[in-house]
């Protein structure tokens, strides 16, 4: 149980921070002096986050479940900080605005944010007797709605008593826990076979998730459906999705050459991009 709470904690503070930075936007545009980019806030995050999903539970067989998970919080904890601390990092005051940094450091965030949500499932699958596994999946699917809900509330109560900073600095203590519980109780083995990871697949993958999140985000908002960037993107979208289906996922096992497995893979890879995307329209 003690393992299973380690995990929900790393699973909680991704989930959250989809959603916590949404009441912050104005402060924070303000204090950086970025109100071009804002959009870049949350996109940056949900699209290193979308595109790294994929990707955690093939290392994960290749290195083991606790250090790529180890490896997930502490990418998301220097990303937290260093988001905490944008705009007053004198070394890269001289040369990227505070709204450059943050930005950048949010999508270091994502590629932590990706380990956390996948591996949550990944790891309770791992724990637990095939009876049981359905049981705690849903309470992490459960968890991962209140998170999700509740970062708005958490956000704008953090931005309007203390600063917009803390929405970030309240990862520390969270993911220090979590680190500390992986470290000291998880140790499930290394999978025998061999694993390789198909790198051009992987890449495919991430150029079609990241494209379709960008149609998903911007469509509507920033441009037209029906207008020239937004046609753009989805011809671009359209032959490298294709390409994709006809590639061994990148979380295939060597074993498994179904020809239908990587379309699969990534019918789940859209589904998670829309669902990420959806998430910040519902609480933006």
């Not at 959603?19 to 970025?34: E, F, H, Q, R």
């Not at 931005?159 to 500390?180: D, K, M, Q, V, Y």
């Amino acid at each position: 149980m003690i393992i299973f709470l380690g995990v929900i904690a790393g699973m909680l503070m991704a989930a959250m921070d989809q959603s916590i930075i949404s009441p912050a936007l104005p402060t924070i545009v303000g204090d950086l002096s970025g109100v071009g980019s804002y959009s870049w806030l949350v996109t940056g995050y949900l699209i290193t986050v979308t595109v790294t999903i994929a990707l955690y539970g093939r290392l994960s067989d290749i290195y083991g479940r606790g250090p790529v998970y180890s490896f997930a919080i502490v990418t998301f904890l220097i990303g937290s900080v260093l988001s905490g601390f944008a705009g007053q990092i004198p070394i890269l005051d001289q040369y990227l605005s505070g709204m450059a940094q943050i930005t950048i450091f949010r999508a270091i965030q994502g590629i932590g944010g990706g380990g956390l949500l996948s591996m949550a499932t990944i790891i309770v699958g791992d724990l637990f007797t095939p009876r049981e596994r359905g049981k705690y999946i849903s309470y992490v699917m459960v968890l991962f709605g209140l998170a999700t809900m509740g970062g708005p509330i958490l956000g704008g109560y953090l931005t309007e008593h203390f600063t917009w900073r803390w929405i970030f600095f309240i990862n520390i203590p969270i993911g220090l826990i979590a680190l500390g519980v992986v470290q000291t109780h998880l140790d499930l083995p290394i999978p025998s076979e061999d694993h390789t990871i198909d790198y051009l697949g992987a890449l495919l993958l991430t150029v079609a998730t990241g494209t379709l999140l960008l149609i998903t985000t911007w469509g509507g908002s920033r441009f037209a459906w029906d207008s020239g960037q937004t046609l753009a993107l989805g011809e671009f979208c359209s032959p490298v999705l294709a390409s994709s289906s006809t590639k061994r996922s990148a979380l295939t096992s060597q074993s498994s050459r179904s020809p239908s497995l990587g379309t699969g893979r990534l019918r789940e890879l859209i589904s998670s991009a829309l669902l990420l995307s959806a998430s910040d329209c519902l609480v933006g």
